[in-house]
Nanobody, 121 residues
Framework: QVQLVESGGGLVQAGGSLRLSCAAS????????MGWYRQAPGKQRELDAA???????NYADSGKGRSAISRDNAKNTVYLQMNSLKPEDTGVYYC???????????????WGQGTQVTVSS
């Protein structure tokens, strides 16, 4: 089994910053892409940022220039630095990872439990 545990969410005023972390643990041979998804109240979960195993990142238009995704492969951890936060960034942020549990297995997609980010105006 693989577990993803997020941390770093909270309440912040508009213009502030937060850094989210997500650590993967369990049966892990390798991790391919990792990412962060946001689910705003009453809306579907949407990609916010993703990063490949070699560090190539891509961002949703809403976060470009304000967010930075990074990862520490030695710690099986992905981070999301969010700056200049806006009220519309409010939502539950879910970590996602494509994990190969063993050398011979296929990749599986795992999700964290989510961390709440609330940006007040």
């Amino acid at each position: 089994q693989v577990q993803l545990v997020e941390s770093g969410g909270g309440l912040v005023q508009a213009g502030g910053s937060l850094r989210l972390s997500c650590a993967a643990s369990g049966s892990i041979f390798s991790i391919n892409a990792m990412g962060w998804y946001r689910q705003a109240p009453g809306k579907q979960r949407e990609l916010d940022a993703a990063i490949t195993s070699i560090g190539v990142a891509n961002y949703a238009d809403s976060g470009k220039g304000r967010s930075a995704i990074s990862r520490d492969n030695a710690k099986n951890t992905v981070y999301l630095q969010m700056n200049s936060l806006k009220p519309e960034d409010t939502g539950v942020y879910y970590c996602n990872a494509w994990v190969r549990p063993t050398r011979r297995s296929q990749e599986f997609r795992y999700w964290g439990q989510g961390t709440q980010v609330t940006v007040s105006s």
